[in-house]
């Protein structure tokens, strides 16, 4: 597995991260614990060196998972997490206020057993709070050992600069695949300028991208995607076509179409960090794999080419969720 770096104060992490979020939450049924502590050390015994969690995943059960099963090889990993909904509950308001930073910084520390959070994101921009207060909060946080470096996920460009005014961001993390590629308007851009790493999330489309879901897929009752738009039977056959292109590449390739799907995201580039996740062994090799696969300048230009005739359908969030996204 090679590595990159991320942001401009040298935080060095494998290609491909591990989303540790769908272990047990928001994706169906939890995985069984000591199943999905095997998981996790499968990932690091595969070379990933980049584990992302959240204290709003579970809540809070995710983190103490992930820390339970990276706590034997914790000086070799890079543990990211999250901060910045009101008790840690996604579903309820945001809540950026200082107090409440250093209190799931504390909390978070005990949950990962570490003594340091590598990176920590602000989970979604709070309007409540100005943007100048969270980074400086959170630089205070630097300042006393307790955080190695400040993320901003989902975060529009007048957020990131505002942040990276006052403490250096360096990665910020957002939804970005060949089927959501809003982030190259402007967010990708600003990154570059200023030096910060980006970290996709659902880099696989929520699952879609692997070409094992179709209009006849049923999810189970506690699967986010049920409340998805662009998961509707009507719009996952209208945007199988992207499917399509990315399994004609794959057998050229000898590979799959989540494989080919990843890789585009690293050829974009050399500072973008995907962070697909997963429940299964097979899956989790499989993703690892793509970091080997190298996409032709032909290759990224016939992919281009066919985005350009493709008309993704349905939108990545319902509307009350879509208005937290870009702040």
Not at 159 to 168: D, G, K, L, N, Y
Not at 245 to 255: G, I
């Given at each position: 597995m090679n590595h990159r770096k991320l942001g401009k104060k040298g935080l060095e992490?494998?290609?491909?991260?591990?989303?540790?979020?769908?272990?047990?939450?928001?994706?169906?049924?939890?995985?069984?614990?000591s199943s999905a502590i095997a998981l996790i050390r499968s990932a690091f015994e595969a070379g990933v060196t980049f584990f992302d969690t959240a204290e709003a995943y579970g809540p809070f059960t995710n983190e103490e998972l992930v820390g339970e099963a990276l706590a034997p090889i914790r000086d070799k990993v890079v543990i990211a997490t999250k901060f910045g909904f009101k008790d840690g509950d996604s579903t309820v308001s945001m809540d950026s206020r200082p107090e409440r930073i250093r209190a799931v910084a504390e909390a978070a520390l005990k949950r990962l057993k570490t003594d340091r959070i590598d990176l920590f994101y602000q989970h979604r921009v709070d309007p409540n709070v100005p943007m100048e207060e969270v980074a400086g909060t959170v630089k205070a946080l630097i300042q006393e050992g307790k955080v190695k470096h400040f993320g901003l996920s989902e975060a529009g460009v007048q957020?990131?600069?505002?942040?990276?005014?006052?403490?250096?961001v360096t990665a910020v993390q957002s939804e970005y695949s060949l089927w959501w590629r809003t982030p190259e308007t402007e967010v990708l851009p600003v990154c570059e300028e200023l030096g910060i790493g980006f970290v996709p999330f659902s880099p696989l489309g929520k699952g879609f991208?692997?070409?094992?879901?179709?209009?006849?897929?049923?999810?189970?009752?506690?699967?986010?995607?049920?409340?998805?738009?662009?998961?509707?039977?009507?719009?996952r056959q209208a945007n199988q076509v992207l499917v399509g292109?990315?399994?004609?590449?794959?057998?050229?390739?000898?590979?799959?179409?989540a494989q080919i799907a990843l890789a585009w995201l690293l050829a974009?580039?050399?500072?973008?960090?995907?962070?697909?996740?997963?429940?299964?062994?097979?899956?989790?090799?499989?993703?690892?794999g793509a970091a080997a696969i190298q996409l032709s300048t032909q290759d990224l230009t016939r992919i281009g080419e066919a985005l350009t005739h493709i008309q993704i359908q349905g939108d990545r969030y319902p509307a009350h969720l879509s208005a937290r996204a870009g702040k």
């Open positions: 992490v494998s290609a491909i991260g591990f989303g540790c979020m769908g272990l047990n939450f928001a994706y169906g049924p939890a995985m069984e614990k957020s990131i600069r505002r942040a990276h005014a006052v403490q250096p991208l692997t070409g094992k879901i179709d209009a006849s897929t049923t999810f189970t009752k506690d699967d986010f995607r049920n409340i998805v738009p662009r998961f509707s039977a009507e719009n292109l990315l399994e004609s590449l794959a057998t050229e390739k000898k590979a799959t179409a974009q580039k050399s500072w973008i960090v995907p962070i697909p996740g997963t429940t299964k062994l097979s899956r989790l090799k499989e993703n690892v």
